[in-house]
């Protein structure tokens, strides 16, 4: 693993472990084991490096929802894979997952960077899927973006469980949660 992704690798953790504000370059140093000058070498700033965690985390993300997805399936086979790939990232990239759960909102991401897709245009293709759904008859008249929001929120919640140890997630809970998710959006 290279320097700068020592650093952003310990930013992830310390960011799990305290919270974005409690990170200080100087636990940054002794985590990513790295010289003091270091950072500066790939970052300006906290700002700067706490965003570059937030675009790898959400390109990671998107590649990994894409994973499978085949745009000539059914609507609903599309939106199985979205939302099998959704659960299934969060629970092999947990840190990743709540990191971009908790901060997409947050002021600190930069706004273009909030509103921006990662480079496999996975919100693009959520957003597409939802439309034709709509245009179909299918999923509700809702703006798309909060349609999305809504199908996300129900992974991100169940996931928020399981992390603690509030339930298992077994293959017929995993989809029944799917059933729920698909079953909110239809008409």
Request: proline share 2%.
């Amino acid at each position: 693993m290279s320097k700068k992704q020592d650093i952003m690798t310990a930013t992830l953790d310390l960011i799990h472990e305290e919270g974005l504000q409690s990170v200080t370059f100087s636990k940054l140093f002794k985590r990513a084991n790295v010289g003091s000058g270091t950072i500066y070498n790939y970052f300006a700033n906290k700002e700067e490096l706490v965003n570059e965690v937030y675009r790898e985390s959400r390109a990671k993300m998107g590649e990994y929802l894409l994973q499978g997805y085949d745009a000539n399936a059914s609507l609903y086979e599309r939106f199985k894979c979205l939302q099998l790939n959704r659960l299934r990232f969060g629970m092999h990239f947990p840190k990743r997952f709540l990191f971009i759960d908790s901060y997409s909102f947050s002021p600190y991401i930069a706004p273009v960077l909030r509103n921006q897709d990662d480079e496999y245009q996975s919100s693009k293709i959520v957003q597409e899927l939802i439309v034709d759904g709509q245009r179909q008859g299918i999923i509700k008249e809702m703006d798309a973006h909060l349609c999305h929001q809504l199908i996300h929120g129900i992974i991100s919640s169940i996931l928020k469980g399981f992390f603690v140890n509030k339930y298992p997630l077994n293959e017929v809970q995993i989809q029944q949660m799917i059933e729920a998710s698909w079953k909110a959006i239809l008409v």
